[in-house]
């Protein structure tokens, strides 16, 4: 047998499978997906098996061949269709196929190189250094770095006294824990017989003789209430041993979720169900855009139709935009499915992502929730993939290899033919687009479930508030509606845009505002150290007394962090109980989720924050939302910046009244007559999406046009700017003339990290030779990058235009 590897070296040159002969002992064990350790020139490097074919069917010759080493895997951590993905997904996004493979597994899989020394004749080598080898015979590289031992051993080295080896290790030690079973499991009733006259004793044999409990630790003996002595006895006397179990790391587990009851489903809900799950029965590899106000009941929805899902003895999968910021919804799917749902995020440990993956392949776990990367879960019989708040920008992978989760799913649905569900309140435009045009299925939900109106919204004018002498961050109505709600006990969640609000400082003299040496931005103030930070180099330096530029002392801090909001917060409202939700705050692992519970049981009586409270919130005492500050998004050079303002505002409103009380919204802007605000008060997405889709077409943006965004960096701006036409030319060179192909030009961030960067914008509807001109310009710069540090980043469907 032959086996078509691909090689883990991410170079031009390799970006193809090479041929393996498979060794007679290892024909058992090779499986395509595996991970294989195969020699490539004078190395000795990891490869995946992507084919095997038997050696009749091929012309090559076979004494050419070189064998493969190892089989790194019992069980292929790849399944098939993730190696048909894996080719589909590096054509698709012009990406090596070896990141690819990289990108799909969870990093524990990815098994980490240690170079170390092996003792080859231990006589040649000094006492000294022998003692610290360990009892294998070996001597990690590192730590012959730190020990200043390298030079001696490269000495001994060259003598043929130690040779170098490479140790490939998983990082993904087992956690175990003491467990108590029978022996004799066969011998149980006359066991028993023994031991009528101790209950005690009787009763703890009884227990662990029970099918169910044959894997319960000691730690939950005790906590049931049995008595540690009996059990010591039992085990003195030969009835019971202890061993170290392994752990499966639920990290859900030692939580009690309340279980769930289906509910009634509404007319609405209905109509969406019986169209979901007739294209599931009938196996249709459809798309139905689920469009529902906030509190409409979509997951009600997802969550009966992934039952039926399991009743056909199929999987299911739900991508959310990030889990930390769903408890809610986590907590839901444990309570309907249990121990079937696999939990994937990125706050989970190395080892608690392998344990869900795991339980995935191994079929264990049959639904999954998770954020982006989990698109990529190994279930081998999907019967449904949903996306829900399909409109985030999360579901983009910024990174190299850069995707987008719904095109995998996409594929993925037309693998499995199952139907592929996109849910949201605010839908991208682009997947509106496609409804109207039935490329979708679109599903509407135009009505809450409880038949609560949506909360009112008004917008506050804040220019004509500064006009009437208001200088504070709160309108007098905001204001008010604060008092109010604190007399009734009643919750409130006051949401501050992010994006550009984070606080400065300014030059009153002469208008100076402190840049980042390295890169042309403001650096952002922080009171805690009080300094001045850069949030792309990481650059910092102490808050400057005097104006750098002229001088003068009048510099201040400006603008307002969440910070500062809170304590002008706790200033006006001084009795006020608040809980402040931001990156700071939540940095910690579970601290968001905490925060969270905290507010919803009432220990706080405003919740602050970011973006990151305006999803999944479900508390029924929220009767008032403010938004301090509705536009602050809509003056950033990026073609979303409407659709992005009204999502979000439309998200955080849906977050007032959404059970008895009924809820109030405040937004506070500058920009009252802006129709993304407009359209959010009246609650009116498709006149937001009109509006905005004529600007989308006279602006040639997508849904109307796609778009590749290409950013080239160097360090010298000369070279940056020559590389950016390189690839101006080469553009116009394989395209036609219906491609708009815009630049080169200094990127909206000219330069962070002392490097200069250049944008070309291309807007095209179908391009026969763009496929190629792509894959020529990734090789191209690909060497280019190792050599001179000159990078080219080609971003298809591009989220981030700075
Ligand atoms: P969405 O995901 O659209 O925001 P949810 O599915 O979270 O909406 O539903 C909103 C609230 O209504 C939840 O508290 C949910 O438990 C409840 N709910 C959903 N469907 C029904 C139903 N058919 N009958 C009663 N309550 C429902
Ligand atoms: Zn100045
Ligand atoms: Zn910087």
């Given at each position: 047998m032959i086996a078509q590897v691909i090689v883990d070296v991410a170079a031009k040159s390799v970006d193809r499978t090479f041929d393996y002969l498979v060794p007679e002992d290892l024909q058992e064990v090779i499986q395509p997906g595996v991970r294989v350790l195969v020699p490539f020139g004078p190395r000795k490097i990891q490869g995946y098996v992507m084919h095997l074919v038997s050696d009749d069917e091929t012309e090559i010759e076979l004494n050419r061949l070189k064998p493969i080493y190892e089989v790194k895997d019992i069980q292929p951590e790849l399944t098939e269709e993730l190696v048909k993905l894996s080719e589909w997904y590096s054509h698709y996004f012009v990406a090596k196929r070896i990141s690819v493979l990289e990108a799909m597994l969870p990093s524990a899989v990815k098994a980490k190189y240690t170079k170390a020394f092996e003792i080859v004749d231990a006589e040649a080598i000094p006492e000294m250094l022998l003692q610290r080898f360990d009892k294998e015979g070996r001597y990690a590289y590192k730590a012959a770095q730190q020990n200043e031992d390298v030079a001696s051993l490269l000495n001994l080295l060259k003598r043929g006294a130690v040779k170098e080896v490479t140790i490939l290790s998983q990082h993904t030690s087992k956690k175990t824990q003491r467990a108590v079973r029978v022996i004799r499991p066969d011998l149980g009733d006359s066991m028993l017989l023994d031991l009528e006259k101790r209950p005690k004793q009787y009763d703890v044999l009884a227990f662990l003789l029970d099918e169910r409990h044959r894997d319960v630790t000691l730690h939950e003996l005790k906590e049931i209430g049995f008595s540690t002595s009996a059990i010591n006895t039992l085990e003195r006397n030969g009835f019971i041993e202890k061993y170290d179990a392994i752990v499966k790391r639920d990290p859900y587990a030692g939580r009690v979720f309340e279980q769930e009851t289906k509910r009634a489903l509404t007319d609405e809900q209905r109509v969406a169900y019986e169209a979901i799950n007739e294209a599931v029965a009938a196996q249709q590899a459809k798309t139905f855009l689920l469009h529902g106000v906030t509190g409409s009941g979509k997951t009600e929805v997802y969550l009966q139709i992934i039952d039926q899902v399991l009743e056909r003895n199929q999987e299911a999968m739900m991508l959310v935009p990030e889990i930390a910021l769903t408890p809610q919804m986590v907590q839901r799917f444990k309570s309907r499915f249990g121990d079937e749902v696999a939990v994937l995020h990125s706050g989970l440990s190395h080892g608690e992502r392998y344990d869900e993956w795991q339980k995935i392949r191994d079929g264990r776990a049959r639904v999954s929730v998770g954020a982006r990367s989990s698109v990529f879960a190994p279930f081998k019989n999907l019967g449904m993939i949903i996306i829900d708040e399909e409109h985030e920008a999360t579901y983009k992978q910024e990174d190299y290899p850069r995707y987008h989760a719904k095109d995998i799913a996409e594929w993925r649905c037309r693998y499995h033919h199952c139907p592929l569900v996109l849910g949201s309140a605010t839908p991208s435009l682009e997947s509106y687009a496609r409804a109207t045009k039935d490329v979708y299925t679109l599903l509407s939900m135009p009505t809450r479930v409880n038949q609560q109106p949506l909360p009112k919204i008004k917008i506050r004018d804040m220019r004509e508030e500064l006009a009437n002498g208001n200088r504070s961050i709160f309108s007098e109505d905001l204001a008010e509606a604060i008092e109010t709600r604190l007399d009734k006990r009643e919750q409130i969640v006051l949401f501050l845009n992010r994006r550009g609000y984070a606080s400065f400082m300014l030059?009153?003299?002469?208008g100076h505002v402190p840049q980042c040496p390295n890169c042309d931005i403001s650096m952002t103030y922080h009171k805690t150290t009080d300094e001045l930070k850069c949030h792309y180099c990481g650059h910092h330096e102490p808050a400057p007394f005097q104006c750098p530029s002229c001088g003068s002392e009048h510099i201040r801090q400006m603008g307002t962090g969440t910070q500062r909001v809170e304590e002008l917060i706790q200033a006006r409202f001084p009795t006020a109980r608040i809980i402040r939700m931001d990156v700071d705050t939540t940095s910690k692992k579970g601290s968001h989720e905490k925060l969270l519970k905290d507010f919803g049981e009432g220990k706080g009586d405003i919740l602050l924050g970011t973006q990151m409270i305006a999803k999944g919130l479900d508390f029924p005492n929220i009767t008032l939302v403010g938004v301090l500050n509705a536009d602050t998004m809509l003056n950033l050079p990026d073609f979303r910046s409407s659709e992005r303002t009204y999502q979000i505002l439309t998200q955080v409103a849906g977050r007032a009244g959404r059970h008895e009380k009924q809820g109030e919204v405040i937004i506070q802007t500058y920009n009252p007559d802006h129709y993304a605000i407009q359209d959010v008060q009246a609650n009116d997405y498709l006149a937001f999406y009109n509006k905005e889709m004529t600007v989308r077409q006279l602006a040639k943006y997508p849904p109307y046009f796609y778009l590749i965004n290409f950013t080239i960096t160097h360090e010298k701006m000369k070279e940056a700017l020559k590389a950016a036409s390189h690839v101006h030319q080469i553009l116009l060179q394989h395209l036609t003339d219906k491609a708009f192909i815009l630049g080169p030009a200094p990127a909206a961030l000219s330069r962070i990290n002392n490097e200069f960067r250049f944008q070309i914008l291309l807007k095209y509807k179908?391009?026969?030779g763009l496929i190629d001109a792509l894959r020529y310009l990734e090789d191209y710069y690909h060497e280019r990058y190792e050599q001179e540090k000159l990078a080219l980043r080609i971003d298809i469907g591009p989220y981030m235009m700075m």
């Amino acid at each position: 047998m032959i086996a078509q590897v691909i090689v883990d070296v991410a170079a031009k040159s390799v970006d193809r499978t090479f041929d393996y002969l498979v060794p007679e002992d290892l024909q058992e064990v090779i499986q395509p997906g595996v991970r294989v350790l195969v020699p490539f020139g004078p190395r000795k490097i990891q490869g995946y098996v992507m084919h095997l074919v038997s050696d009749d069917e091929t012309e090559i010759e076979l004494n050419r061949l070189k064998p493969i080493y190892e089989v790194k895997d019992i069980q292929p951590e790849l399944t098939e269709e993730l190696v048909k993905l894996s080719e589909w997904y590096s054509h698709y996004f012009v990406a090596k196929r070896i990141s690819v493979l990289e990108a799909m597994l969870p990093s524990a899989v990815k098994a980490k190189y240690t170079k170390a020394f092996e003792i080859v004749d231990a006589e040649a080598i000094p006492e000294m250094l022998l003692q610290r080898f360990d009892k294998e015979g070996r001597y990690a590289y590192k730590a012959a770095q730190q020990n200043e031992d390298v030079a001696s051993l490269l000495n001994l080295l060259k003598r043929g006294a130690v040779k170098e080896v490479t140790i490939l290790s998983q990082h993904t030690s087992k956690k175990t824990q003491r467990a108590v079973r029978v022996i004799r499991p066969d011998l149980g009733d006359s066991m028993l017989l023994d031991l009528e006259k101790r209950p005690k004793q009787y009763d703890v044999l009884a227990f662990l003789l029970d099918e169910r409990h044959r894997d319960v630790t000691l730690h939950e003996l005790k906590e049931i209430g049995f008595s540690t002595s009996a059990i010591n006895t039992l085990e003195r006397n030969g009835f019971i041993e202890k061993y170290d179990a392994i752990v499966k790391r639920d990290p859900y587990a030692g939580r009690v979720f309340e279980q769930e009851t289906k509910r009634a489903l509404t007319d609405e809900q209905r109509v969406a169900y019986e169209a979901i799950n007739e294209a599931v029965a009938a196996q249709q590899a459809k798309t139905f855009l689920l469009h529902g106000v906030t509190g409409s009941g979509k997951t009600e929805v997802y969550l009966q139709i992934i039952d039926q899902v399991l009743e056909r003895n199929q999987e299911a999968m739900m991508l959310v935009p990030e889990i930390a910021l769903t408890p809610q919804m986590v907590q839901r799917f444990k309570s309907r499915f249990g121990d079937e749902v696999a939990v994937l995020h990125s706050g989970l440990s190395h080892g608690e992502r392998y344990d869900e993956w795991q339980k995935i392949r191994d079929g264990r776990a049959r639904v999954s929730v998770g954020a982006r990367s989990s698109v990529f879960a190994p279930f081998k019989n999907l019967g449904m993939i949903i996306i829900d708040e399909e409109h985030e920008a999360t579901y983009k992978q910024e990174d190299y290899p850069r995707y987008h989760a719904k095109d995998i799913a996409e594929w993925r649905c037309r693998y499995h033919h199952c139907p592929l569900v996109l849910g949201s309140a605010t839908p991208s435009l682009e997947s509106y687009a496609r409804a109207t045009k039935d490329v979708y299925t679109l599903l509407s939900m135009p009505t809450r479930v409880n038949q609560q109106p949506l909360p009112k919204i008004k917008i506050r004018d804040m220019r004509e508030e500064l006009a009437n002498g208001n200088r504070s961050i709160f309108s007098e109505d905001l204001a008010e509606a604060i008092e109010t709600r604190l007399d009734k006990r009643e919750q409130i969640v006051l949401f501050l845009n992010r994006r550009g609000y984070a606080s400065f400082m300014l030059c009153r003299d002469c208008g100076h505002v402190p840049q980042c040496p390295n890169c042309d931005i403001s650096m952002t103030y922080h009171k805690t150290t009080d300094e001045l930070k850069c949030h792309y180099c990481g650059h910092h330096e102490p808050a400057p007394f005097q104006c750098p530029s002229c001088g003068s002392e009048h510099i201040r801090q400006m603008g307002t962090g969440t910070q500062r909001v809170e304590e002008l917060i706790q200033a006006r409202f001084p009795t006020a109980r608040i809980i402040r939700m931001d990156v700071d705050t939540t940095s910690k692992k579970g601290s968001h989720e905490k925060l969270l519970k905290d507010f919803g049981e009432g220990k706080g009586d405003i919740l602050l924050g970011t973006q990151m409270i305006a999803k999944g919130l479900d508390f029924p005492n929220i009767t008032l939302v403010g938004v301090l500050n509705a536009d602050t998004m809509l003056n950033l050079p990026d073609f979303r910046s409407s659709e992005r303002t009204y999502q979000i505002l439309t998200q955080v409103a849906g977050r007032a009244g959404r059970h008895e009380k009924q809820g109030e919204v405040i937004i506070q802007t500058y920009n009252p007559d802006h129709y993304a605000i407009q359209d959010v008060q009246a609650n009116d997405y498709l006149a937001f999406y009109n509006k905005e889709m004529t600007v989308r077409q006279l602006a040639k943006y997508p849904p109307y046009f796609y778009l590749i965004n290409f950013t080239i960096t160097h360090e010298k701006m000369k070279e940056a700017l020559k590389a950016a036409s390189h690839v101006h030319q080469i553009l116009l060179q394989h395209l036609t003339d219906k491609a708009f192909i815009l630049g080169p030009a200094p990127a909206a961030l000219s330069r962070i990290n002392n490097e200069f960067r250049f944008q070309i914008l291309l807007k095209y509807k179908s391009e026969p030779g763009l496929i190629d001109a792509l894959r020529y310009l990734e090789d191209y710069y690909h060497e280019r990058y190792e050599q001179e540090k000159l990078a080219l980043r080609i971003d298809i469907g591009p989220y981030m235009m700075m």
